[in-house]
């Protein structure tokens, strides 16, 4: 008899496209579970997910659906978050989020594990999971900037449609078929938001993800510059960031420069990231090995490759980041959090 405490567990959002990979990931590392609750919005109640050989019926989540958990999931966008985490809260659940709403909150730990799991012990109920390209890329600097101390990073993402939810897939198919047959293309859904144009992304890249901010750079771009500075907890390092959304369904890319403030050792860089958890280095140019999303989708790390110093900068990185961003940019990285505090 094993004597691993079970905990009542809530996955809002549970039909999408985060909550899938949340319940496969609950399943395949068997999570320790009493009770598990999939909730949705109205639209999905009813149906059956399986889940450890069960069918589990979808509700509606509601304001009554938390009493008596003990850990609740969200990724059903950040209205939802923040009409249902605070009552979540006051139930007794700890909630971790994966939506924005309360990352930047001064209350609210934000967390990668490879990076500041400590930051989890200073939760009032809520923990958030930062945006899906900032975790990929601050896994892979934190052993740097460690080592080195990063001064400034200039990042340029290649973003796939799965981090803009299922819809999104559906649309890339549905669109890449269409052109593929000399149709129209009739976007509907990117970029993604209540926004007034949308774009095809079909044989396309559109370089806005989420609204553009006063500043002209969009909302998933200072996603990137304030949660890198609050996870990596230096409001010093400059970051610029461009996102892109590409037509690829799973893995996002990232092409990475890094000043840092010491000289640092290309040698030891490698080494670095060799050693780093949840890092994997790919880099082999020689045979043409380097990150690519192919090959990340499915996997639970972040890949790492074509290391080079920068011609013009004695002190810069430029690097090449690739992550499955439903995994370690959403539900790998909630479970993992999950875990820490099934642990105790
Ligand atoms: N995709 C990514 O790579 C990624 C990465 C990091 C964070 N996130 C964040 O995670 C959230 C979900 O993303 P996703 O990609 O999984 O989206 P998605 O595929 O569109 O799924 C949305 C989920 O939210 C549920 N939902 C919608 N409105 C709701 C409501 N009023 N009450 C309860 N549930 C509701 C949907 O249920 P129905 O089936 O009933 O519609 C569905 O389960 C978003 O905030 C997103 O920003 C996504």
């Given at each position: 008899?094993?004597?691993?405490?079970?905990?009542?567990v809530a996955?809002?959002g549970?039909?999408?496209?985060?909550?899938?990979q949340?319940?496969?990931?609950?399943?395949?590392r068997?999570?320790?579970i009493?009770?598990?609750?999939l909730?949705?919005?109205?639209r999905s109640?009813?149906i059956k997910l399986?889940?450890?050989?069960k069918?589990v019926?979808?509700q509606?989540?509601?304001?009554?659906?938390?009493?008596?958990?003990?850990?609740?999931?969200?990724?059903?966008?950040?209205?939802?978050?923040?009409?249902?985490?605070?009552?979540a809260?006051?139930?007794?659940?700890?909630?971790?989020?994966n939506?924005?709403?309360?990352?930047?909150?001064?209350?609210?730990?934000?967390?990668?594990?490879?990076?500041?799991?400590?930051?989890?012990?200073?939760h009032?109920g809520?923990i958030?999971?930062?945006?899906c390209?900032?975790?990929q890329?601050v896994?892979?600097?934190?052993?740097?900037?460690?080592?080195?101390?990063?001064?400034?990073?200039?990042?340029?993402?290649?973003q796939?449609?799965?981090?803009?939810?299922?819809?999104?897939?559906d649309e890339?198919?549905?669109?890449?078929?269409?052109s593929l047959?000399?149709d129209?293309v009739?976007p509907?859904?990117?970029?993604?938001?209540?926004?007034?144009?949308?774009?095809?992304?079909?044989?396309?890249?559109?370089p806005?993800?989420?609204?553009?901010?006063?500043n002209?750079?969009?909302?998933e771009?200072?996603k990137?510059?304030r949660?890198t500075?609050k996870?990596?907890?230096?409001?010093?390092?400059?970051v610029?960031?461009?996102?892109?959304?590409?037509?690829v369904v799973?893995?996002?890319s990232?092409s990475?420069?890094?000043?840092?403030?010491?000289?640092?050792?290309?040698?030891?860089?490698k080494?670095?990231?060799?050693?780093?958890?949840?890092?994997?280095?790919?880099?082999?140019?020689?045979?043409?090995?380097?990150?690519l999303?192919?090959?990340?989708?499915?996997?639970p790390?972040v890949?790492?490759g074509?290391?080079r110093r920068?011609?013009?900068h004695?002190?810069?990185?430029n690097?090449?980041?690739?992550?499955d961003?439903?995994?370690?940019?959403?539900?790998?990285?909630?479970?993992?959090?999950?875990?820490?505090?099934?642990?105790?």
């Open positions: 008899m094993s004597n691993q405490k079970l905990f009542n996955v809002v549970a039909t999408g496209a985060v909550g899938e949340i319940l496969k990931l609950l399943e395949s068997n999570f320790p009493q009770e598990l609750k909730l949705s919005s109205a109640a009813g399986s889940f450890q050989g069918e019926t979808v509606e989540a509601t304001p009554d659906s938390f009493k008596g958990v003990d850990i609740a999931l969200f990724s059903a966008g950040g209205d939802v978050t923040k009409a249902l985490a605070p009552l809260v006051q139930h007794g659940a700890v909630c971790i989020d939506t924005n709403a309360y990352r930047m909150d001064e209350h609210t730990p934000l967390v990668v594990p490879e990076v500041n799991i400590e930051k989890v012990n200073e009032k809520i958030a999971n930062p945006n390209s900032t975790i890329m896994a892979a600097l934190k052993p740097l900037h460690d080592r080195y101390g990063i001064a400034r990073i200039i990042v340029s993402t290649y796939a449609v799965s981090g803009a939810g299922s819809r999104a897939i890339m198919l549905r669109q890449t078929r269409a047959q000399g129209p009739n509907d859904i990117l970029p993604v938001g209540t926004l007034p144009v949308k774009h095809q992304i079909a044989f396309n890249a559109i806005q993800i989420d609204k553009f901010q006063d002209g750079y969009t909302l771009e200072m990137m510059v949660e500075k996870i990596l907890g230096d409001e010093s390092i400059e610029t960031a461009t996102c892109v959304r590409i037509p799973y893995g996002h990232e990475v420069y890094v000043e840092f403030k010491n000289n640092y050792d290309l040698e030891d860089v080494q670095l990231l060799e050693d780093a958890p949840g890092v994997t280095l790919v880099d082999d140019p020689a045979n043409q090995q380097y990150p999303a192919t090959d990340a989708a499915g996997k790390d890949f790492v074509r290391l920068d011609l013009g004695e002190r810069g990185l690097m090449w980041i690739v992550s961003n439903l995994l370690k940019g959403a539900a790998w990285n909630a479970v993992q959090i999950a875990e820490h505090i099934a642990k105790g």
